[in-house]
């Protein structure tokens, strides 16, 4: 996992980063509260939410040629609280390319990276 972290407060960090993916016109498909679900079960956990997000563009031809590759994409963030500040991981999409049956496709994995870095330096300012 590449861990990066923010420079600002856990709000402040998951709002960038979902309006960093909105201005590229990307779709945020689901954001998953683990903290919030945790508190509903009466139980605690530090701030933690996934955002999983993407286009179908960019996805569709991967597990057109490979659909394992579905369990990995959308692309997801995770950001959390921990005694150390706010930090953002992300798995590293070029890593796909040994585990799946996709390493055509390495100009969508290193876009996909480097989607990810943007996103990720964006919202840890």
Do not use: C, K
């Amino acid at each position: 996992m590449v861990v990066t972290r923010s420079n600002s407060d856990y709000s402040g960090t998951v709002d960038r980063l979902v309006e960093a993916i909105e201005r590229r016109s990307l779709t945020v498909f689901a954001r998953f509260d683990h903290a919030g679900a945790a508190r509903e079960v009466g139980m605690e956990l530090a701030d933690e939410q996934v955002v999983v997000f993407g286009d179908p563009r960019a996805g569709t031809p991967l597990m057109q040629s490979d659909p394992r590759i579905g369990i990995e994409i959308p692309l997801r963030v995770l950001i959390w609280r921990a005694h150390e500040g706010v930090l953002l991981g992300h798995i590293d999409p070029r890593a796909f390319g040994a585990r799946y049956d996709v390493a055509e496709h390495g100009g969508i994995l290193e876009r996909m990276a480097n989607l990810l870095s943007d996103l990720v330096a964006e919202a840890a300012r």
